[in-house]
């Protein structure tokens, strides 16, 4: 198995700062990526920005210049820093990742329990 496990969120007002981690453990051979998608009320779900074992980001446009992903791959962690918050950026994050497993031969993806972002005055 593979669990990820988020920490951080919560309420903040709108230009307010927020930091997400995300720890990945379990029986895991190799991990590619992993990143953060989220889910607004009514919406699907998006990505946010996914970072590779080998230092590639991806970011979606609406947060570019505002969040910034980190991963290490050794300690099997991710953190999403996310500057200027604003109200759209509201939803639940969910931790992803892509690994493979050491009784598998191919990667897949894996899913935290999402965590509540709020901004809100």
């Known amino acids: 198995q593979v669990q990820l496990v988020e920490s951080g969120g919560g309420l903040v007002e709108p230009g307010g700062s927020l930091g997400l981690s995300c720890a990945a453990s379990?029986?895991?051979?190799?991990?590619?990526?992993m990143g953060w998608y989220r889910q607004a009320p009514g919406k699907e779900r998006e990505l946010v920005a996914v970072?590779?074992?080998?230092?590639?980001?991806n970011y979606a446009d609406s947060v570019k210049g505002r969040f910034t992903i980190s991963g290490d791959n050794a300690k099997k962690t991710v953190t999403l820093q996310m500057n200027g918050l604003k109200p759209e950026d509201t939803g639940v994050y969910y931790c992803?990742?892509?690994?493979?497993?050491?009784?598998?031969?191919?990667?897949?993806?894996?899913w935290g329990q999402g965590t509540q972002v709020t901004v809100s005055s």
């Open positions: 970072v590779t074992n080998g230092g590639r980001t």
């Open positions: 992803y990742a892509n690994a493979r497993r050491v009784d598998y031969i191919d990667y897949d993806n894996y």
């Open positions: 379990g029986s895991i051979a190799s991990l590619y990526a």
